[in-house]
């Protein structure tokens, strides 16, 4: 079998039992599919127990989807985002291209202006990858948690696919965490609740495929750089409106480049 980080694409989810645990639905006139891995369908899959949501981008407006899906796996209080992957690495660096629209607002919270306008706490860090580093992620992250203390981590990373139809055409959103480079076969250890001690809410873009089952090629579309610069918008600025609703896009905007 292909490697893949979806859960829409397991064997054991596409098999004639799938209608008993897939939830199909549509919103903003895009379709969507949520599923929720208990124990022991966690078994049948091999996938980490939690919610998942996968968006199909091909209509209607994933956007707004986007944001009001991952509003519903949100809890309260300070949040910490990481953005995975290389970013010299045009399909890996979905992670770090997303933070450029994520304003990092922790160190506000003294001012005023904060508490009037019902800001959170957002704290943002790029780990970058363990061959530039040195470091897993996972422990990076683990340290900087640690000290600051978040009651939420958003991870953002590129994914692999098995399937064509959705490579940079869909977005995942789970609250099981990420295991790092797990879908080109990079295994590291797992950014989860249980490695970091808070939840993880894990969102990617399936970016590469594999070439064929046997070759360990991983390939990508001709024009991934549009599509990071696409994709790392919209997830981007659909965390920034998810974690502040009541700030405007262009006060998001505003803080990004302070």
């Known amino acids: 079998m292909k490697r893949s980080d979806l859960i829409c694409e397991n064997g054991v989810i596409n098999d004639k039992q799938k209608g008993n645990f897939v939830h ?10 949520e599923m929720i891995i208990d124990k ?19 209509e209607g407006d994933f956007r707004k989807c986007f944001i009001e899906l991952l509003s ?32 990092a607002t922790a160190h506000l919270s003294p001012h005023e202006a904060f508490k009037e306008l019902s800001m959170r706490a957002v704290y943002v860090i790029e780990p970058g990858v363990m061959g530039k580093t040195g470091i897993e992620s996972t422990a990076q992250i683990k340290c900087i948690s640690d000290k600051v203390k978040p009651d939420l981590i958003i991870a953002i990373d590129s994914l692999a696919c098995s399937d064509t139809d959705r490579l940079c055409r869909t977005i995942q959103i789970t609250d099981a965490g990420i295991a790092p480079g797990a879908g080109v076969g990079n ?7 249980d490695s970091v001690g808070v939840k993880v809410i894990a969102v990617g873009v399936p970016t590469v495929i594999d070439y064929d089952e046997n070759s360990g090629f991983m390939v990508t579309p001709r024009n991934i750089d549009t599509i990071i610069d696409e994709f790392s918008a919209v997830i981007g600025k659909g965390i920034s409106s998810a974690l502040n609703p009541t700030l ?11």
């Open 24 to 33: 199909n639905f549509t919103l903003y006139r895009t379709n969507c599919a």
């Open 72 to 103: 519903s796996f949100l809890l309260k209080g300070t949040v910490l985002v990481a953005g995975l992957g290389n970013e010299r690495i045009c399909s890996d660096s979905l992670g770090a291209a997303s933070l450029r629209y994520i304003p």
């Open 40 to 58: 022991s369908l966690s078994e049948k899959t091999g996938k980490p127990v939690g919610r998942y949501v996968t968006i199909f981008c091909d």
């Open 248 to 258: 405007s896009a262009e006060e998001l905007l505003a803080l990004t480049l302070l």
């Open 187 to 193: 295994n590291r250890r797992a950014l989860d609740y």
